[in-house]
């Protein structure tokens, strides 16, 4: 049973284009919603987070769009950049349960040059 | 910088082995986590702790035990390894601001 579903699996998109991942949570009493980026044998890092107060966040090229009713939160990358080829995924957790968070099952992204 | 270093990368055990993972974090955390990562089911939480000596099930805990002797160690143990153990094993620590984690242990059953 997979608390948040992340969408799609992967994706390859063009230089200079918009990758665009979605993720859905079933748990109301979420109230994290990090993003992570993790490049080949390394371990997943801290890319940007939002907490549900606010409907979008955004970090240089990189945009949260958070909508509380639909429980749904998506990353978008802006000017998409070969660098930003990675495996991306979505999590989740309330914040009171130790940063304990949930995971999606992760986005391949292939930025072409 | 905050670092959390797992001292064996790539592992290579038979059927029935005990097998160790060690994890060091260097920035006092009281949290540490331990999360296996499979392709397409993204990293599922093993088991966590909040403080030496304590530790709490995570969602997929069976086969494995952990150990905490002192705060900045955090040891995931798979007492009888089995083929279905196979894969990636991600340490993580954190300040409750921020999960750090450690760049993985490749682990393969055979």
């Known amino acids: 049973q997979q608390q948040v579903k992340q969408s799609p699996q992967s994706l390859i998109v063009q230089k200079g284009g918009i990758s665009i991942i979605n993720c859905a949570y079933e748990?109301?009493?979420?109230?994290?919603f990090p993003w992570y980026q993790q490049f080949p044998g390394k371990g997943p890092a801290l890319l940007i987070a939002i907490r549900p107060d606010v409907s979008e966040k955004k970090e240089g090229r990189f945009t949260i769009s958070f909508n509380k009713s639909a429980k749904q939160f998506s990353l978008h990358i802006m000017d998409s950049q070969p660098g930003d080829s990675a495996t991306y995924f979505c999590a989740a957790s309330r914040w009171a349960a130790g940063n304990k968070l949930t995971f999606g099952g992760g986005t391949r992204v292939l930025v072409k040059p | 910088d905050v670092k959390v270093t797992q001292s064996s990368r790539y592992l290579v055990k038979r059927t029935g082995e005990k097998v160790f993972l060690e994890c060091v974090q260097d920035?006092?955390?009281?949290?540490m986590f331990w999360y296996r990562q499979d392709p397409g089911l993204g990293l599922r939480l093993i088991y966590f702790?909040?403080?030496?000596?304590?530790?709490e099930k995570g969602d997929i805990p069976e086969g494995y035990s952990v150990s905490r002797e002192k705060k900045e160690r955090f040891s995931l143990i798979l007492e009888s390894a089995s083929t279905n153990q196979t894969s990636m094993y991600l340490c993580?620590?954190?300040?409750?601001?921020?999960?750090?984690f450690g760049e993985g242990s490749w682990l393969t059953v055979v």
């Open positions: 748990n109301t009493a979420f109230d994290y």
């Open positions: 920035m006092d955390h009281e949290n």
């Open positions: 702790s909040y403080d030496v000596k304590m530790k």
């Open positions: 993580a620590s954190t300040d409750r601001s921020t999960i750090y």
